[in-house]
């Protein structure tokens, strides 16, 4: 078949079943929103507060406004597909590529996210249903009856170097951390140390995992559910947890945030 004649793509997205499509749309949106709203709020309050513009906080800030991005080009169109029947949860081939792009870039290099969609647009198409909940470059490489060996080499790659750089930075840094609490006396510090490397490696335990679930059973079309869940722990977890985790848990943020809330608390007392 033409490429022309594949622009239209039949998306699967969740297989959901009409009893369970109301609980599971309010489910999503309920975490959509909770991603917005604790995201946003750190974001707004980093960005407002002077004393707060040191590079930590405008690292949580960026990663704040990733997750956002994250949300933004995942959730609105899977919880619209939900009442969709999956039969007609069409989508253009052009918008799948820019979601592929967006579901990828909004934690990589933007050259490196280039190169892999880019390895990906270049194949002729033979297929038109994407098995997923959304498009990404391996969505988009396996409507292709061509070779994607190149593909697979390139993607694997980008994945091992993605997450061996992360996994190396994560390991310096804790072990710099463990020698400094056990040269320390102070069991605050320890303790405060510990609750930190504990929900840390957490988050990062559950985002490799998924990830690497979800790269690997890419290549097993008999595990879709499998892979399909393996793909919302990664694309939801994180985004839901990380401005928790990495923005309440620090002393400075939840001071400011509590005086934030507590201010327009009263505002709207006196007001009445």
């Not at 749309?25 to 507060?49: A, E, G, K, Q, R």
């Not at 038109?128 to 498009?135: H, K, L, M």
């Amino acid at each position: 078949m033409e490429n022309q004649t594949l622009d239209i793509l039949l998306l699967e997205g969740l297989q959901v079943s009409p009893d369970a499509s109301i609980p599971t749309f309010i489910l999503l949106f309920l975490i959509y929103i909770f991603i917005m709203f604790s995201n946003i709020v750190l974001v707004i309050l980093i960005t407002l507060d002077s004393s707060l513009h040191q590079p930590m906080y405008l690292l949580f800030c960026n990663m704040s406004i990733n997750d956002v991005f994250g949300a933004t080009t995942i959730f609105p169109r899977m919880l619209r597909d939900i009442f969709i029947p999956s039969s007609d949860r069409y989508i253009h081939y052009v918008d799948c590529v820019i979601q592929a792009f967006c579901v990828h870039i909004y934690i990589v290099i933007f050259i490196m996210v280039t190169i892999l969609v880019g390895l990906s647009v270049r194949l002729s198409r033979c297929r038109w249903i994407i098995f997923n909940p959304f498009c990404d470059n391996a969505s988009l490489f396996k409507l292709s009856c061509e070779s994607i060996l190149i593909n697979n080499i390139y993607g694997l790659s980008y994945t091992v170097l993605l997450f061996g750089s992360s996994l190396g930075s994560i390991i310096i840094t804790y072990l710099r951390i463990a020698i400094v609490c056990l040269s320390s006396k102070s069991k605050t510090l320890n303790s405060r140390a510990l609750q930190t490397y504990t929900t840390h490696l957490t988050m990062f335990v559950i985002m490799f995992m998924s990830s690497t679930i979800m790269v690997l059973l890419h290549r097993f079309p008999q595990l879709t559910d499998q892979r399909k869940l393996a793909s919302m722990m990664f694309h939801v977890v994180p985004p839901a947890l990380n401005a928790v985790i990495y923005g309440m848990q620090i002393k400075a943020v939840r001071q400011k945030m509590f005086i934030m809330f507590t201010r327009n608390t009263v505002t709207v007392t006196d007001g009445k």
